[in-house]
T-cell receptor
Framework: AQRVTQPEKLLSVFKGAPVELKCNYS??????LFWYVQYSRQRLQLLLR??SRESIKGFTADLNKGETSFHLKKPFAQEEDSAMYYC???????????FGAGTRLFVKA | DTEVTQTPKHLVMGMTNKKSLKCEQH?????MYWYKQKAKKPPELMFVYSYEKLSINESVPSRFSPECPNSSLLNLHLHALQPEDSALYLC??????????????FGPGTRLTVL
């Protein structure tokens, strides 16, 4: 069965510390993976997607097919990074998107 | 206009009421989605429309009835809902109407309370 797992509900780090939000997926096809972010009082929005291989707001994510992972990383966390982060798997059975449970990141001053 | 808009922002309804949620986008996107999001949970896909045709119905109860009158508009008609249907209902759209490998653009949601 297709599944996205984010093992941490809450991640708390100090400002300037590295941060890694974990995401593992289960899918037999070719995955299309995304990280979406929801800042306080804002709508859910794309942070980055694996196909574009970009760095957005200092975040990067590498698709590791061997480990079926798509972890989100940032070398130096900022307070404005505090938000809810969702890993998502798209293209399952056509248009289906599966979201992970989400990780709330809290960056302390 | 590069946003997905949703109306109303909040809706309170009784179990015998009939109401509708509305979603609109003018980005020329050809796929539109309805999600349900309960508190502290991720969005759960309900319906997908591709080129104004229903592409996915995730076994949603018939008291939820989607409608896509044109490429810019998506409605969700509600009838005889239950209190457990109270949630945030999110609309999203994506450019490609043939596959879901595109970025989805989300609306702000409608907060629904069923009494």
């Amino acid at each position: 069965a297709q599944r996205v797992t984010q093992p941490e509900k809450l991640l708390s780090v100090f400002k300037g510390a590295p941060v890694e939000l974990k995401c593992n997926y289960s899918y037999s096809g070719s995955p299309e993976l995304f990280w979406y972010v929801q800042y306080s009082r804002q709508r859910l929005q794309l942070l980055l997607r694996h196909i574009s291989r970009e760095s957005i707001k200092g975040f990067t994510a590498d698709l590791n097919k061997g480990e079926t992972s798509f972890h989100l990383k940032k070398p130096f966390a900022q307070e404005e990074d505090s938000a809810m982060y969702y890993c998502a798997l798209s293209g399952v059975g056509g248009f289906k998107t599966i979201f992970g449970a989400g990780t709330r990141l809290f960056v302390k001053a | 206009d590069t946003e997905v808009t949703q109306t109303p922002k909040h809706l309170v309804m009784g179990m015998t009421n009939k109401k509708s949620l509305k979603c609109e986008q003018h980005m020329g996107h050809r796929a539109m989605y309805w999600y349900k999001q309960k508190a502290k949970k991720p969005p759960e896909l309900m319906f997908v429309y591709s080129y104004e045709k229903l592409s996915i119905n995730e076994s949603v109860p018939s008291r939820f009835s989607p409608e896509c009158p044109n490429s810019s508009l998506l409605n969700l008609h509600l009838h005889a809902l239950q209190p457990e249907d109270s949630a945030l209902y999110l609309c999203a759209s994506s450019q490609d109407g043939t596959v879901n490998t595109d970025t989805q653009y989300f609306g702000p949601g409608t907060r629904l309370t069923v009494l």
